[in-house]
């Protein structure tokens, strides 16, 4: 059973910068795509990037130039690094894997989640 647990994300002003991380354990197999999702009040759930076990990385617009999605595949963490973020970041993260390749993946369509790590971003 794969397992997935989010940590990192907390509240800093417009401007600064989180990494979030996520623990992965109980792949079965060596091909996997794991990804950042997140969630505003009111919104519905965006994917904001995924690496896939080849270590490609697909991003979002909203995410392109400011977020960078790596994996240190000895620890078994995949992380979100963000950069100069915006009030309107603001939302709780996932982390979700799939036993597939990233793009056969549509959507939020992953069988594995963590319970979400929240982001606030004010002003």
């Known amino acids: 059973q794969v397992q997935l647990v989010e940590s990192g994300g907390g509240s800093v002003q417009a401007g600064g910068s989180l990494r979030l991380s996520c623990a992965t354990s109980?792949?079965?197999?060596?091909?996997?795509?794991v990804g950042w999702f997140r969630q505003a009040a009111g919104k519905e759930r965006e994917r904001v990037a995924t690496?896939?076990?080849?270590?490609?990385?697909n991003y979002a617009d909203s995410a392109k130039g400011r977020f960078t999605i790596s994996q240190d595949n000895a620890k078994n963490i995949v992380y979100l690094e963000m950069k100069r973020l915006k009030p309107e970041d603001t939302a709780m993260y996932y982390c979700?894997?799939?036993?597939?390749?990233?793009?056969?993946?549509?959507?939020?369509?992953?069988?594995?989640w963590g319970k979400g790590t929240l982001v606030t971003i004010s002003s």
């Open positions: 979700a894997a799939e036993q597939d390749e990233c793009t056969v993946v549509a959507g939020d369509a992953m069988d594995y």
């Open positions: 109980g792949f079965t197999y060596s091909l996997y795509c």
């Open positions: 690496i896939d076990s080849d270590g490609v990385t």
